[in-house]
């Protein structure tokens, strides 16, 4: 009888440890849909109707608080998302539609928070970025979780959400034919990352990027490149001033059409205008060799410019010139001009068209030159907007590439 009781005794430890295994393997297991991963690999699977979604095996921790999702092939849309979500979240919805759930999203730039209506958060993101998602363990409180993306080991912002990390498990979203990324749940992310990417990129100087990839000092246009709406802007983070009042682009690839556009504009400029187009802008233009006002209509101004060429902007400032930024401080010290905010992402914040939106006041007038290849191709006179000029660049056809220079005299 003994033996009897020990023997079932046996089955039975041996079934409860079988039941505890498949628990284990049920909460410890990666779930996803309409998806192929192969490797580090995930891949979509559907018809463009239909959401795929992938959810790690194990949520964000103090061991293991962040990852980053490559992006290899954008597809036909690029609508890939990257996010923290439950564990049993619903596989045919992208992250951040759900409630307790928070995306950043590669197509349009924007912030999904347990809601289908984005708000606008950083750049667009396209094939070869890294985008990365985490939370700060120092801001753990009250039952909330602060939790930041990365674009390129660059923060674009932070977020905070009602729950602990406990219940947020990194998840991956794509919706169109070809979309393709590599994940990595174990990436670091770190101040000593940061500092390195500061070095090896000049995204930093940039206050706003629309359409155009950042690599170092090379700008790159990534929009459609199909009508007049696809212009790629990029604007200076900081104006031109009596210390740094020039800079330079050369045209390494004039791409289809060479629709380059080298200027100054107000803060705020319309995403997709040229420069020069709209109030508060002046521009030179490649294309046709025009200079452009404030107005879609352009004069005979200079040579066109091609593949090599070397376009400069700047403007000659009076003697007793004073930027009207609203500081007391010397316009000269970089420092007065407010740095970007752990806790914001205020590089994005006016990202939105702002073109007819009341009068701004225009402060002195200045005489903007622009050069091509060394040589002084014009001058004119204009009115400098509130807050001052801040170089911008605009660029609207396949393939163009051009590299910067926003401090060639600095040494």
């Given amino acids: 009888m003994d033996d ?53 095996p194990r949520p964000l921790s103090k061991g293991n608080c962040y990852f980053e999702v490559t992006i290899v092939d954008t597809g036909v849309r690029g609508m890939i998302a990257v996010g923290l979500v439950p564990q049993y979240y619903k596989l045919d919805h992208q992250p951040g539609w759900l409630p307790h759930s928070v995306a950043y999203h590669a197509d349009d730039g924007k912030l999904y928070n347990g809601n289908t209506v984005g708000q606008q958060f950083g750049p667009k993101c396209n094939r070869g970025d890294r985008i990365g998602c985490g939370i700060y363990l120092e801001s753990l409180e009250d039952g909330r979780t602060t939790v930041l993306f990365t674009k390129n080991g660059k923060e674009v912002g932070t977020v905070v959400v009602p729950g602990s990390p406990e219940a947020l498990y990194p998840a991956v979203g794509m919706h169109s034919l070809g979309e393709e990324v590599q994940l990595d749940l174990q990436a670091e992310w770190g101040m000593e990352e940061d500092g390195l990417m500061m070095v090896d990129s000049h995204e930093d100087e940039w206050g706003r990027l629309h359409d155009v990839r950042v690599t170092g000092t090379l700008l790159e246009y990534v929009g459609k490149g199909k009508s007049i709406v696809d212009v790629g802007l990029a604007q200076s983070r900081l104006p031109l001033n009596t210390r740094c009042h020039y800079y330079e682009l050369e045209i390494t690839d004039a791409g289809e059409k060479c629709y380059i556009a080298l200027g100054l504009a107000r803060r705020n400029y319309p995403k997709n205008r040229h420069p020069g187009w709209s109030r508060g802008s002046i521009a030179y233009h490649a294309d046709d060799g025009k200079l452009f006002q404030g107005s879609g209509v352009g004069d005979a101004f200079g040579p066109r410019c091609f593949e090599g060429d070397v376009m400069g902007c700047g403007i000659m400032f009076p003697r007793d010139y004073i930027l009207d930024s609203g500081d007391d401080s010397d316009d000269g010290d970089l420092e007065v001009w407010p740095k970007q905010r752990r806790v914001q992402n205020e590089l994005y914040m006016n990202d939105e068209d702002e073109e007819e939106d009341g009068e701004e006041k225009e402060g002195s007038k200045v005489m903007v030159f622009f050069t091509r290849n060394g040589k002084v191709v014009g001058r004119r006179e204009v009115a400098v907007p509130a807050g001052g000029f801040y170089p911008t660049i605009g660029m609207m056809s396949t393939g163009e590439k051009i590299r910067v220079d926003l401090h060639p005299l600095s040494g």
Avoid: P, T
């Avoid at 995930?42 to 239909?50: F, H, R, V, W």
């Fill in 4 to 56: 009897i009781n020990l023997h079932y005794r046996f089955l039975n430890w041996r079934r409860r440890i079988r039941e505890i295994r498949e628990v284990g393997a049920v909460r410890y297991r990666e779930r996803f849909k309409r998806m192929l991963r192969d490797g580090d690999v995930l891949s979509y699977q559907g018809n463009s109707d239909e959401v795929g979604c992938y959810v790690a």
